[in-house]
């Protein structure tokens, strides 16, 4: 079973950069031609794909966070993470990582993790 794991810290002050890491379990970042995607939802509203990571390191970004989105991978320890810098209030969010088969937003079938919540506030 291929699982997925947020980590990081719960708590971002404004103007700081957040930083989040998700641990594969169960498959290989760089094998198998995947994507590796974040995605948020804030409170109340819908889900944002923010960018992906592709199995040979490729990178793509939302268009609307691309400025202060970053992705990368550490195929050592078999994660990549997601850092969102200069954060207000409205990053706030339960934020997921994803497996897809294909770039951009994830399709209905791929595999997700349990999402963490984080708050920016001072």
């Known amino acids: 079973q291929v699982q997925l794991q947020e980590s990081g810290p719960g708590l971002v002050k404004p103007s700081q950069t957040l930083s989040l890491t998700c641990t594969v379990s169960g498959a290989s970042i760089p094998t198998g031609y995947y994507y590796w995607s974040w995605i948020r939802q804030p409170p109340g509203k819908g889900l944002e794909w923010m960018g992906v990571i592709s199995y040979s390191g490729s990178t793509y970004y939302s268009p609307s966070l691309k400025s202060r989105t970053s992705i990368s991978r550490d195929t050592s320890r078999n994660h990549f993470t997601l850092q969102l810098s200069s954060v207000t209030p409205e990053d706030t969010a339960v934020y997921y990582c994803?497996?897809?088969?294909?770039?951009?937003?994830?399709?209905?079938?791929?595999?997700w993790g349990q999402g963490t919540q984080v708050t920016v506030s001072s």
């Open positions: 994803a497996r897809a088969q294909s770039l951009g937003p994830p399709e209905p079938d791929a595999t």
